[in-house]
Structures are given as structure tokens and as C-alpha cells.
T-cell receptor, first 113, second 113 residues
Framework: GENVEQHPSTLSVQEGDSAVIKCTYS??????FPWYKQELGKRPQLIID?????GEKKDQRIAVTLNKTAKHFSLHITETQPEDSAVYFC????????????FGSGTRLQVQP | DVKVTQSSRYLVKRTGEKVFLECVQD?????MFWYRQDPGLGLRLIYF???????EKGDIPEGYSVSREKKERFSLILESASTNQTSMYLC????????????FGQGTRLTVV
């Protein structure tokens, strides 16, 4: 089955700096890669996703890149703000077969004001 | 606005008890999922269902079962609760097909004593 590894487990940045979180996956058939943000005490919510026919996607201050050959994808947050502090999870799923997301272990991002 | 509602926010049960966790979604979603969230381990898939009365094992199904008698409701059952099942349980749902956004419930913090 799919295995998703996520790094780093914790990340501390100064407000205004950029943050990068990286994930690798094992199943070459995976073709959907969402990112979820979970604020303290709240449920995970989708912030951005990318499909395998696209190499990069941006939405304001967040962007995701995908390298299918190397089987890794990354989340980039620019101009970080204190409200970006949360746990971020990457995930992967495939078009055929199991229709459920496999999640990484999560990254706790702390943005210092 | 998609709503996924879990019946309890906090539960305390005794070892050996049979435990029912209930999840209801109001968006007519075909797919429903149960995940377990533990620090450093991310979200791990217990069971999922893509149709009424259908169920599929996830990555950690041992000690759990599920029931989906109606499209909107997906129940997780701990047949005989054990202390290693103390965890945060998250229900999610998504629309039919694959590779669509998963919407999460608020979570149930289960403590088995």
C-alpha cells in the first residue's frame, strides 16, 4: 500500500519568512495530493491540492509543487503570519483502487511574531 | 456548507466495554471514513465505506468494526475497548468517485481506562 513520509515534524519560523514542508510517497499510481491544516482543537481542513497532471499550483501565499519522477511534493508558505501556526498534513491517493487518503505524520508549524 | 458531525466530543470508557462512535454527514456523500489521530503518527485509516452496507478495511482495522446502514451515517465500533485504543477519532466524508476533498468531523477524544 501507499506510504507517505513527511518532514520536518516541527518547524519554527519568524513572521514574514517562508516555510517549506516536504513529503514523499511510495505508490507510483498515486495521482492526488492534498494538504490539510489543523489548528489547535479543530478539525483538519483542506488548504490546497494538486493532481499529477500539474507540476505546481498557487493560491495566494501558499503553493504546492509535485515531482512525479522523484515521488515527492512540497508545500510552500510565503510571508508567514501567526495565524499560519498549525499542524499541516500531506496526503496521497490513487485514481484506481482504494479511494481513501493516506496521510503523512504531520508538521507542527510555529510562526513567531 | 458541508457538515460532518460526530456524536461525542469526549468519551471515557472502561477496558472491555463495547464502544460506539457515531458520525453523520448532511451532504449526501458516498464515501465515509474513520481515522485515528495520534501524535507523531498522523491520521491512520481504520475503515472506510463507499456505499451503504459496504465497508473496506484500512491500515489498522484490528479491534474495530464499522456499520453503514444508511448513507448519511457511519459508525465505528470498538468490540472490546483496550487502553491502546485511547486516541482521537476522526470521521470524514467525500463525494462519489475518487480524489475529492474529504470533510472532517470535529473528532472524538476517547479515553479507555
Amino acid at each position: 500500500g501507499e506510504n507517505v513520509e513527511q518532514h520536518p515534524s516541527t518547524l519554527s519560523v519568524q513572521e514574514g519568512d517562508s516555510a517549506v514542508i516536504k513529503c514523499t510517497y511510495s505508490d507510483s499510481a498515486s495521482n492526488y495530493f492534498p494538504w490539510y491544516k489543523q489548528e489547535l482543537g479543530k478539525r483538519p481542513q483542506l488548504i490546497i491540492d494538486i493532481r499529477s497532471n500539474v507540476g505546481e499550483k498557487k493560491d495566494q501565499r501558499i503553493a504546492v509543487t509535485l515531482n512525479k519522477t522523484a515521488k515527492h511534493f512540497s508545500l510552500h508558505i510565503t510571508e508567514t503570519q501567526p495565524e499560519d501556526s498549525a499542524v499541516y498534513f500531506c496526503a496521497a491517493s490513487r485514481e484506481r483502487g482504494r479511494r481513501a487518503l493516506t496521510f503523512g505524520s504531520g508538521t507542527r508549524l510555529q510562526v513567531q511574531p | 456548507d458541508v457538515k460532518v458531525t460526530q456524536s461525542s466530543r469526549y468519551l471515557v470508557k472502561r477496558t472491555g466495554e463495547k464502544v460506539f462512535l457515531e458520525c453523520v454527514q448532511d451532504m449526501d456523500h458516498e464515501n465515509m471514513f474513520w481515522y485515528r489521530q495520534d501524535p507523531g503518527l498522523g491520521l491512520r485509516l481504520i475503515y472506510f465505506s463507499y456505499d451503504v452496507k459496504m465497508k473496506e478495511k484500512g491500515d489498522i482495522p484490528e479491534g474495530y468494526s464499522v456499520s453503514r446502514e444508511k448513507k448519511e451515517r457511519f459508525s465505528l465500533i470498538l468490540e472490546s475497548a483496550s487502553t491502546n485504543q485511547t486516541s482521537m477519532y476522526l470521521c470524514a466524508s467525500s463525494s462519489g468517485g475518487r480524489n475529492t476533498e474529504a470533510f472532517f468531523g470535529q473528532g472524538t477524544r476517547l479515553t479507555v481506562v
